[in-house]
């Protein structure tokens, strides 16, 4: 079972550089998510999508686009990378059913110099 | 809007003991849910126990619990007989709304069990 899959790991860029993240998620969920993890915050949401070819801005939105083209992946993308976007980011999934608890990714550690 | 607030920002227990973090939270709504997540060293985000804001009874899952106090709009778990592998980060969350628009975290504690 491979649950939600993000890719890349790790990633450095430079400022000013765009780069894309991926996630997909293999539970057929509906809903998907996008956060960001900031030493000393918690996670903050950035985006989020309630179904194939839809999306929504969460609590941090700005100088990220996302995409879901495909009900199994969910993309986070970064137009011109800055240092304050340094961040764990972090993937989830969840049913349809506000009840059930959303599924996390392990993860993207992105460092922007 | 909704916010969760933990206020122990570290706490650190001896193996085999018993112990709670705290966490209130604030909403207008009155249907909502609430988790405890745990994140070990790995980064994983494990999802510990939840609760649903219309049930009366406490969640239990094996040594963990909870504390649900819906007027008082806190939201503490404890975890007895405490194990070496229960040292990470414990996040407090709430889901509200539809639900589809996202968990709202706390800034977490970091539990550490002394051996």
């Known amino acids: 079972n491979a649950g939600v899959t993000q890719t890349p790991k790790f990633r450095v860029l430079k400022t000013g550089q765009s780069m894309t993240l991926l996630c997909a998620q293999d539970m057929n969920h509906e809903y998907m998510y996008w956060y960001r993890q900031d030493p000393g915050m918690g996670l903050r949401l950035i985006h989020y999508?309630?179904?194939?070819?839809?999306?929504a801005k969460g609590e941090v939105p700005d100088g990220y686009n996302v995409s879901r083209l495909k009900k199994q992946n969910f993309l986070l993308g970064l137009e011109s990378a800055a240092p304050s976007q340094t961040s764990v980011y972090f993937c989830?999934?969840?049913?349809?059913?506000?009840?059930?608890?959303?599924?996390f990714g392990d993860g993207t550690r992105l460092s922007i110099l | 809007a909704q916010t969760v607030t933990q206020s122990q920002p570290e706490m650190s227990v001896q193996e085999a003991e018993t112990v709670t973090l705290s966490c209130t939270y604030d909403?207008?709504?009155?249907?909502?849910?609430l988790f405890w997540y745990k994140q070990p060293p790995s980064r994983q985000m494990i999802l510990v126990i939840r609760?649903?804001?219309?049930?009366?009874q406490n969640a239990t899952e094996n040594r963990f619990s909870v504390n649900f106090q819906k007027a008082a709009k806190s939201f503490s778990l404890k975890i007895s007989d405490s194990q070496l592998g229960d040292t990470a980060m414990y996040f407090c969350a709430l889901s509200e709304g539809g639900g589809a628009d996202g968990l709202t975290f706390g800034k977490g504690t970091h539990l550490i069990i002394q051996p």
């Open positions: 999508s309630v179904g194939e070819g839809t999306t």
């Open positions: 609760q649903e804001a219309y049930k009366q």
């Open positions: 989830a999934s969840s049913y349809l059913n506000r009840n059930q608890p959303q599924h």
């Open positions: 909403t207008s709504e009155n249907n909502y849910y």
